[in-house]
Protein backbone atom coordinates (compact mmCIF):
# COMPACT_ATOMS: atom_id res chain seq x y z
CA UNK A 1 0.00 0.00 0.00
CA UNK A 2 0.93 3.42 -0.88
CA UNK A 3 1.39 5.44 2.33
CA UNK A 4 2.36 8.94 1.35
CA UNK A 5 0.79 10.32 -1.93
CA UNK A 6 1.09 13.47 -3.07
CA UNK A 7 -2.03 14.84 -5.25
CA UNK A 8 -3.26 18.32 -7.28
CA UNK A 9 -5.76 19.41 -5.12
CA UNK A 10 -7.09 21.54 -1.77
CA UNK A 11 -5.80 19.99 1.47
CA UNK A 12 -9.25 21.88 2.93
CA UNK A 13 -11.01 19.09 1.11
CA UNK A 14 -9.48 15.69 2.02
CA UNK A 15 -10.50 12.95 -0.26
CA UNK A 16 -10.83 9.79 1.79
CA UNK A 17 -13.52 8.17 3.64
CA UNK A 18 -13.84 7.96 7.00
CA UNK A 19 -12.09 10.16 9.67
CA UNK A 20 -9.77 12.21 8.03
CA UNK A 21 -6.80 15.11 10.00
CA UNK A 22 -6.07 17.85 7.60
CA UNK A 23 -2.48 18.30 9.16
CA UNK A 24 -0.43 22.02 9.38
CA UNK A 25 2.40 24.39 10.65
CA UNK A 26 1.43 27.15 12.68
CA UNK A 27 4.22 29.76 14.20
CA UNK A 28 5.02 29.94 17.87
CA UNK A 29 3.92 33.41 18.01
CA UNK A 30 0.35 33.91 17.68
CA UNK A 31 0.14 34.65 14.46
CA UNK A 32 -2.79 33.36 11.69
CA UNK A 33 -2.88 35.32 8.87
CA UNK A 34 -0.96 34.10 6.16
CA UNK A 35 -0.39 30.89 3.79
CA UNK A 36 -2.57 27.60 4.48
CA UNK A 37 -4.04 29.25 7.44
CA UNK A 38 -6.49 31.32 4.69
CA UNK A 39 -7.74 28.65 3.24
CA UNK A 40 -8.23 26.84 6.61
CA UNK A 41 -10.49 29.81 8.16
CA UNK A 42 -12.59 30.50 4.92
CA UNK A 43 -13.65 27.20 5.28
CA UNK A 44 -14.40 26.61 9.18
CA UNK A 45 -13.66 29.22 11.86
CA UNK A 46 -13.10 26.92 14.69
CA UNK A 47 -8.90 26.25 13.99
CA UNK A 48 -7.93 29.73 14.13
CA UNK A 49 -10.28 30.11 17.21
CA UNK A 50 -8.87 27.29 18.97
CA UNK A 51 -4.96 28.70 18.23
CA UNK A 52 -6.06 32.25 18.89
CA UNK A 53 -6.65 30.94 22.77
CA UNK A 54 -4.49 28.54 23.04
CA UNK A 55 -1.67 31.08 22.21
CA UNK A 56 -3.27 33.38 24.75
CA UNK A 57 -3.53 30.62 27.32
CA UNK A 58 -0.16 29.49 26.66
CA UNK A 59 1.31 30.09 30.33
CA UNK A 60 -0.99 27.97 31.30
CA UNK A 61 -1.16 24.95 28.55
CA UNK A 62 1.17 23.24 26.04
CA UNK A 63 1.43 26.18 23.55
CA UNK A 64 5.40 26.14 22.34
CA UNK A 65 7.43 24.39 19.52
CA UNK A 66 6.61 20.98 18.98
CA UNK A 67 2.71 21.00 20.21
CA UNK A 68 -0.30 20.01 18.66
CA UNK A 69 -3.72 20.93 18.71
CA UNK A 70 -6.70 19.00 17.39
CA UNK A 71 -9.49 21.37 16.34
CA UNK A 72 -12.74 18.94 15.26
CA UNK A 73 -14.48 20.94 12.08
CA UNK A 74 -16.63 18.25 11.19
CA UNK A 75 -18.06 14.99 12.98
CA UNK A 76 -15.32 13.00 11.07
CA UNK A 77 -12.82 15.75 9.75
CA UNK A 78 -10.09 17.79 12.69
CA UNK A 79 -7.56 20.43 11.78
CA UNK A 80 -4.23 19.73 13.65
CA UNK A 81 -2.76 22.96 14.34
CA UNK A 82 1.33 21.76 14.78
CA UNK A 83 3.42 24.47 16.15
CA UNK A 84 6.86 23.96 14.17
CA UNK A 85 7.77 27.53 12.92
CA UNK A 86 9.65 30.04 15.31
CA UNK A 87 8.32 33.76 14.56
CA UNK A 88 7.54 34.47 11.32
CA UNK A 89 10.69 35.90 9.37
CA UNK A 90 14.03 34.89 8.50
CA UNK A 91 16.71 36.18 10.32
CA UNK A 92 20.32 35.24 11.45
CA UNK A 93 19.13 31.79 12.85
CA UNK A 94 18.02 30.73 9.19
CA UNK A 95 14.22 30.33 7.75
CA UNK A 96 11.41 29.83 10.41
CA UNK A 97 10.79 26.37 10.12
CA UNK A 98 11.82 24.07 12.80
CA UNK A 99 12.52 21.21 12.00
CA UNK A 100 13.20 18.80 15.40
CA UNK A 101 9.71 20.70 16.18
CA UNK A 102 7.97 19.59 12.91
CA UNK A 103 9.54 15.85 13.68
CA UNK A 104 7.73 16.43 17.35
CA UNK A 105 4.26 17.36 16.08
CA UNK A 106 4.21 14.61 13.50
CA UNK A 107 4.90 11.72 16.16
CA UNK A 108 2.19 13.27 18.36
CA UNK A 109 -0.22 13.86 15.02
CA UNK A 110 0.31 10.26 14.69
CA UNK A 111 -1.05 9.10 18.22
CA UNK A 112 -4.04 11.46 17.39
CA UNK A 113 -4.30 9.77 14.14
CA UNK A 114 -4.26 5.88 15.31
CA UNK A 115 -6.68 6.64 17.99
CA UNK A 116 -9.04 8.06 15.60
CA UNK A 117 -8.11 5.32 12.89
CA UNK A 118 -7.84 8.72 10.80
CA UNK A 119 -6.00 9.16 7.25
CA UNK A 120 -3.94 12.29 7.24
CA UNK A 121 -3.85 15.17 4.87
CA UNK A 122 -1.80 17.88 4.40
CA UNK A 123 -0.19 20.76 2.17
CA UNK A 124 3.57 20.62 1.65
CA UNK A 125 3.69 21.57 5.70
CA UNK A 126 6.78 23.74 6.33
CA UNK A 127 7.39 25.01 2.81
CA UNK A 128 5.72 27.79 2.37
CA UNK A 129 6.14 30.85 5.17
CA UNK A 130 8.33 28.88 7.09
CA UNK A 131 10.68 28.59 4.61
CA UNK A 132 11.56 24.52 4.96
CA UNK A 133 12.30 22.46 2.35
CA UNK A 134 10.07 19.14 0.66
CA UNK A 135 13.06 17.04 0.75
CA UNK A 136 13.78 17.48 4.78
CA UNK A 137 10.27 17.62 5.16
CA UNK A 138 9.09 14.04 3.36
CA UNK A 139 11.47 11.89 5.44
CA UNK A 140 10.00 13.11 8.82
CA UNK A 141 6.41 12.65 7.35
CA UNK A 142 7.73 8.85 6.28
CA UNK A 143 9.14 8.12 9.88
CA UNK A 144 6.47 9.49 11.83
CA UNK A 145 3.24 8.42 9.85
CA UNK A 146 3.89 6.28 6.73
CA UNK A 147 6.41 3.85 8.37
CA UNK A 148 3.28 3.13 10.93
CA UNK A 149 0.78 2.03 7.97
CA UNK A 150 -0.98 6.06 7.93
CA UNK A 151 -2.33 6.74 4.60
CA UNK A 152 -0.80 10.61 4.13
CA UNK A 153 -2.10 12.83 1.22
CA UNK A 154 -0.20 15.58 0.56
CA UNK A 155 -2.20 17.99 -1.88
CA UNK A 156 -0.04 20.59 -4.41
CA UNK A 157 -2.69 23.41 -4.53
CA UNK A 158 -3.20 24.65 -7.85
Not at 5 to 13: E, H, V
Not at 63 to 80: C, E, N, R, T
Amino acid sequence: MEHLRIIAGDATSPQAKGPKIIAHVCNDIGGWGKGFVVALSKRWPEPEKAYRAWYRGRSGNDFGLGAVQLVQVKPDVWVANMVGQRGIRTGSGGPPIRYDAVERCLAALAGHALEREASVHMPRIGCGLAGGTWPRIEPLITRALSARDMPVTVYDHG
